[in-house]
C-alpha cells in the first residue's frame, strides 16, 4: 500500500466530494443536536437518587435517610427569620439545635461514641473586604463525635449556618445543609464503621454577618487547633445538586477523596476559578478558615434557582425535592471518608500544588494535579498539529489534488477565514450585548433564560459558519481540493485555534485550560481514527467517525453551557447596578460555544443552499432583539425572578463646626442591579436628582450616605433619596467622648462609648494633615497603608452595654486645638419590622409586584472632633 492512494478526509465520492445532501437536511441535522442536548445534558443536571424514607430506614442501615431531613428543615424553617442578634437566631435556632443532638445522643451507640455539645459565644477583629470588622457575643452550636476506642487529636471539620439575610426564613441558605449535617451526625452515631479521627460539626450562627462565626470559632475555640480538614456547606440558591467549587488550596488529596467517594459528583475547577477572581457576587466560611485557620478542605454549596437567595422566597417548598438526599449521601460519604484519612494526620506533607478537577455529566469525575495537566494540555496540542499536519500532507496524494504548494495556501486561506470567521461571531455577539445594553433591553433572558439562545448563541452560529460558506461557494470552482477536505480544513483551522487558546491558558498558569484541551482531544481522536480506518481499509467514513467523537464533547460543552446559566443568570440580578450583566453573558456563551460549535457547524456546509439557512441563525437573532422590546422579553417575574432593591428609612443628623445641628429624614434607594431607570421613571415620585448624592460627598465621609458595605459606595451614583417623615428608633444613638489625652505636642489619643443597635458601620475620616496611628479595632487597614476615609463594621448579639473604643491622632504640633477628624456612625436596624411606621409601609407597597425590597430603617449621625 502506498501513501498516495490515501485521503484521509474522503469516502467514495466524486471530484468534488460528492454531491451535497438536500437542503432540508439543515434543520433535520441542527434538530438532532438540540434533541440530543435536552435528552442528555438536562436530565444528567436534574438527576437525583431516590429518596430514602424514615420508615424504610432499617433496610438501609449507615445510609442517609433523606427525609427526616427534610422533616427537620419543615422545623428549622417555620421559626422564620433568624439575624444574627435576634431572639429567633440567638434562642429558638439554638434550642432547636440543641434539641436534634440530644435526640442524636439518645439513639448514639454510647458504647462506641462521646459526643460532646455546647454552645460558644465569641468576640474577636479582624480585616475583611476593606473593612475594620469586629464583634461581640456570636453563638456557635458546637458538636465534637469521637470513637472511645480513638484518641488521636486530629479533627476533621464539618460547617454550616444557621443564621439568614433580612426577611428570609433561610430555608436553602442555609437551613438545607444544617439539617443535612444533623443527619449525618446521627447517621455515624449508630454505625460501628471505623471514626479514626474525630468530627466537629460547626452550626455557626453568624456567616450572613460578614462570616463572623466562622472566626469566632476558628480562632478563639478550643478545638480549633486540632482541625485539620475542612468540609463547607453553604448555598447561593434553593438547594438542587451541591456544587464542589473550591478546594485546597494545595491539597490535591482531598480532590482524590471526593473522587474516590462522593456518589453524586458535581465539580469543576473553572467554578473554583470564577469564583476566587470575584465572578461570583457571595463569598463563604472557607475563606475565614483559609486566612486566620490555614485549613484546607472543600467548599461546597447549592445553587439551583438563585432567584430566591436572601429573599422571603427561600423557603421550605422551593427547596428542590432531591436535594436532601443527592447532598445527603455526598456529605456522609465524604465525612467518613475524610474522618479515616491518614493524611489529617499531617496535612502538611501532602500540600503539593493545586488539582484540575471537573465531573463529566455528573455520571463521573476525573481529577489529576496541576503538572499533570500542564503535560496533558502540551501532549494532547502538539498531537493534534502533528494530526492536522498528516491530515494536510494526505490530501496533496489524493487522485486529481492540487499540488502541494497549492494545497498548503489553500490552508493557510482557509485558516485566514476561519480566524476571520471566529472573529466576526465573538464581534457580533458582543454587539448585541452592547446594544441591549445601551437601549436599555438588557437582562431580558433573567427570567426566561431561554432568551440567550436567539440572543447570544444565534449570533455565535451565524459568525462561525457564514464566512466560510461564501469561501467555499467562492471557490467551488477554483480548485480541486473536495468538499470533504475544504470542510475538513476549516475544522483543522479551527483545531488550531483551540490549541492556540490552550497553550496560551495554560502558559497563564490558568487550570482551566483542561476546557479546551477536551475538544481537542477528541478531534485528535477523530482524526487518528480516519487514518487506520482509511490504511486498513482503505475508507476513512470521515463525516461519521468525526460526528461519532463530536458527541462526548458536545454533550460535555452544552452540559456545561446549561449548568453556567443556571447558576449565573440569577447572579445578574444582585451583582450591582453598575455591572453589566449582557457583555458578561455574552462573553461566557462565546467562549464556551467556540468550543463545540467550530466543529459541527461546518457540517452545514454540506447541504444544499447552506448559506441561507445559515443565514436563519442572524434572522433569529434580529427577532430574538425585537422580542426583548415586548413583555415576552421582561427580565422580572413576580415571586419567581423579582428584581432586588435595598430601601432603608433612614434620619441624617450632622453636627457641624459651629454646633449647629442638620438633619433630614427620608428613604435611601439602592438598587442591585442595572435596569433601574424604569423604576424610577414610571413609579418612585418625588425622587431627590442625582446630584441630591454628589452634593453631600464633599462635605460627609462616604456621602454621608448609610452604607451597610463597602460595595454600596461603588453603587452610590444609582441610589436616590425621597424626603419623609423620620423613622421610629429603637435605640437612640448615643457617642459619649470619655476621655481627651495629649500623648505628646503632636499626638492625641479620644476614648468613646457608643450606646447603638447591634449593627453598626463607622466612618473615620481625619482632616488634612491628620493621620491615625492606632486604634482599638483591628490594625490592618492601618497598617497597609489604606485611604482614609476608613471602613469599620461592628456586629453585637443580644448585648446590651454600649460599645467602647478610641482612636490615637498624630497632627502638626502647631494645630493645638483642631478639628482633627469627623466621626461618623450609621445604625442598622435590620430584623425590627414591628417599628417600621405606617408611612413607610405605605412607601413600601408602591413598589411594583415584579420588584423585591430588601428593607429595614437606620440612622447616620456625625461629628467633627
Not at 470552482?477 to 475544522?491: D, G, R, S, W
Not at 482503505?538 to 460535555?556: D, E, G, I, R, T
Request: glycine share 6%; with cysteine; charged share 15%.
Amino acid at each position: 500500500m502506498t501513501f498516495s492512494s490515501i485521503d484521509i478526509t474522503t469516502e467514495k465520492s466524486s471530484k468534488k466530494g460528492g454531491d451535497k445532501w438536500p437542503w432540508y437536511g439543515a434543520p433535520i441535522f441542527c434538530v438532532i443536536w438540540f434533541t440530543l442536548f435536552y435528552v442528555t445534558a438536562i436530565p444528567s443536571f436534574f438527576s437525583y437518587p431516590k429518596m430514602i424514607y424514615v420508615q424504610d430506614e432499617g433496610n438501609h442501615p449507615d445510609e442517609f435517610i433523606g427525609e427526616r431531613a427534610k422533616i427537620q428543615l419543615a422545623e428549622y424553617s417555620a421559626i422564620g427569620n433568624k439575624m444574627t442578634g435576634s431572639i429567633n437566631n440567638e434562642e429558638h435556632v439554638v434550642n432547636f439545635l440543641l434539641r436534634e443532638v440530644q435526640k442524636i445522643v439518645d439513639q448514639s451507640r454510647t458504647d462506641l461514641y462521646d459526643i460532646v455539645s455546647e454552645v460558644q459565644y465569641s468576640s474577636g477583629a479582624f480585616y475583611l473586604w476593606d473593612a475594620a470588622t469586629s464583634y461581640d457575643n456570636v453563638s456557635n452550636v458546637v458538636v465534637r463525635i469521637s470513637r472511645k476506642d480513638t484518641a488521636n487529636d486530629n479533627y476533621l471539620l464539618v460547617n454550616s449556618h444557621y443564621d439568614s439575610e433580612v426577611k428570609t426564613p433561610a430555608a436553602g441558605d442555609d437551613g438545607v445543609m444544617v439539617v443535612i449535617m444533623l443527619e449525618t451526625l446521627r447517621v455515624i452515631a449508630r454505625s460501628e464503621r471505623p471514626l479514626a479521627h474525630a468530627v466537629v460539626f460547626l452550626f455557626n450562627g453568624a456567616e450572613e454577618s460578614n462570616m463572623l462565626g466562622a472566626h469566632g470559632f476558628i480562632t478563639k475555640h478550643r478545638w480549633a487547633a486540632n482541625c485539620k480538614a475542612l468540609i463547607n456547606l453553604d448555598s447561593t440558591g434553593s438547594g438542587g445538586r451541591e456544587v464542589l467549587f473550591q478546594t485546597g488550596p494545595n491539597h490535591p488529596w482531598l480532590m482524590n477523596y471526593y473522587k474516590k467517594y462522593a456518589p453524586h459528583p458535581f465539580s469543576i475547577t473553572l467554578g473554583e476559578e470564577l469564583f476566587q477572581n470575584n465572578f461570583i457576587p457571595s463569598d463563604t466560611d472557607f475563606r475565614i478558615f483559609r486566612d486566620y485557620g490555614n485549613v484546607p478542605g472543600l467548599d461546597m454549596a447549592h445553587a439551583l434557582n438563585g432567584y430566591v437567595y436572601h429573599t422571603t422566597y427561600d423557603n421550605f417548598k422551593n427547596v428542590a425535592r432531591g436535594t436532601y438526599q443527592t447532598t445527603g449521601d455526598n456529605v456522609l460519604a465524604l465525612t467518613w471518608a475524610l474522618a479515616n484519612a491518614p493524611e489529617l494526620d499531617d496535612t502538611s506533607a501532602h500540600e503539593k500544588g493545586h488539582a484540575v478537577f471537573f465531573d463529566y455529566l455528573g455520571w463521573f469525575i476525573i481529577v489529576y494535579t496541576e503538572s499533570a495537566s500542564i503535560a496533558i494540555n502540551i501532549v494532547v496540542s502538539v498531537a493534534a498539529l502533528i494530526c492536522i499536519g498528516i491530515s494536510v500532507y494526505f490530501m496533496t496524494k489524493s487522485n486529481d489534488a492540487d499540488a502541494p504548494k497549492a494545497v498548503a495556501v489553500r490552508f493557510g486561506i482557509i485558516f485566514l477565514v476561519q480566524l476571520g470567521a471566529v472573529i466576526i461571531a465573538w464581534g457580533l455577539t458582543i454587539l448585541v450585548a452592547v446594544f441591549m445594553h445601551g437601549v436599555g433591553l438588557g437582562e431580558s433572558w433573567y427570567y426566561s433564560i431561554w432568551m440567550t439562545f436567539g440572543l447570544y448563541f444565534c449570533p455565535m452560529f451565524f459568525g462561525l459558519g457564514l464566512l466560510p460558506a461564501f469561501y467555499i461557494g467562492w471557490t467551488k470552482h477554483k480548485t480541486n481540493m473536495k468538499l470533504n477536505q475544504t470542510i475538513a480544513c476549516f475544522m483543522h483551522a479551527h483545531c488550531i485555534l483551540i490549541v492556540f487558546l490552550c497553550l496560551l491558558l495554560t502558559g497563564l498558569g490558568i487550570r482551566s485550560a483542561f476546557f479546551p484541551m477536551i475538544g481537542l482531544f477528541f478531534y485528535t481522536i477523530s482524526m487518528i481514527v480516519q487514518l487506520i480506518l482509511k490504511v486498513t481499509i482503505k475508507k476513512s467514513f470521515f463525516m461519521s467517525v468525526h460526528l461519532a467523537c463530536q458527541l462526548l464533547p458536545f454533550f460535555y460543552y452544552t452540559y456545561l453551557n446549561y449548568v453556567f446559566l443556571l447558576v449565573f443568570v440569577p447572579m445578574q440580578g444582585r451583582d450591582g447596578p453598575d455591572s453589566k450583566p449582557d457583555m458578561l453573558i455574552a462573553a461566557f456563551i462565546a467562549l464556551m460555544t467556540m468550543h463545540f460549535a467550530g466543529f459541527i457547524i461546518p457540517i452545514l456546509n454540506k447541504f444544499r443552499k447552506s448559506k441561507i439557512f445559515i443565514s436563519v441563525f442572524g434572522v433569529l437573532t434580529i427577532i430574538f432583539i425585537i422580542l426583548a422590546a415586548t413583555p415576552v422579553g421582561f427580565p422580572f417575574k413576580e415571586d419567581l425572578a423579582a428584581q432586588r432593591y435595598y430601601v432603608l428609612h433612614t434620619q441624617r443628623t450632622r453636627h457641624n463646626a459651629d454646633n449647629s445641628i442638620t438633619q433630614e429624614t427620608g428613604f435611601y434607594i439602592q438598587p442591585v442591579d442595572t435596569r433601574y431607570s424604569e423604576l424610577y421613571d414610571t413609579t418612585l415620585k418625588n425622587v431627590e436628582p442625582e446630584s441630591w448624592i454628589t452634593d453631600n460627598c464633599a462635605s460627609e465621609p462616604y456621602c454621608g450616605l448609610p452604607l451597610y458595605n463597602g460595595r454600596w459606595l461603588d453603587w452610590k451614583d444609582s441610589a436616590r433619596w425621597i424626603y419623609s417623615t423620620a423613622p421610629v428608633l429603637p435605640v437612640v444613638t448615643e457617642l459619649n467622648e470619655i476621655s481627651r489625652q495629649s500623648i505628646s505636642l503632636n499626638k492625641k489619643r479620644y476614648e468613646f462609648s457608643l450606646k447603638a443597635g447591634d449593627r453598626i458601620v463607622m466612618y473615620v475620616d481625619p482632616m488634612e494633615k491628620v493621620k491615625i496611628t492606632n486604634w482599638s479595632f483591628d490594625e490592618t487597614v492601618l497598617v497597609d497603608g489604606h485611604t482614609a476615609p476608613y471602613f469599620i463594621y461592628h456586629v453585637s448579639s443580644m448585648i446590651k452595654e454600649p460599645y467602647n473604643f478610641w482612636l490615637e491622632f498624630e497632627h502638626d504640633a502647631a494645630n493645638t486645638d483642631g478639628p482633627y477628624f469627623k466621626l461618623a456612625v450609621s445604625v442598622h436596624f435590620l430584623h425590627h419590622p414591628e417599628y417600621y411606621t405606617s408611612e413607610f409601609k405605605e412607601f413600601l407597597s408602591t413598589f411594583p409586584a415584579w420588584t423585591y425590597t430588601t428593607d429595614w430603617f437606620s440612622s447616620y449621625e456625625s461629628w467633627i472632633f
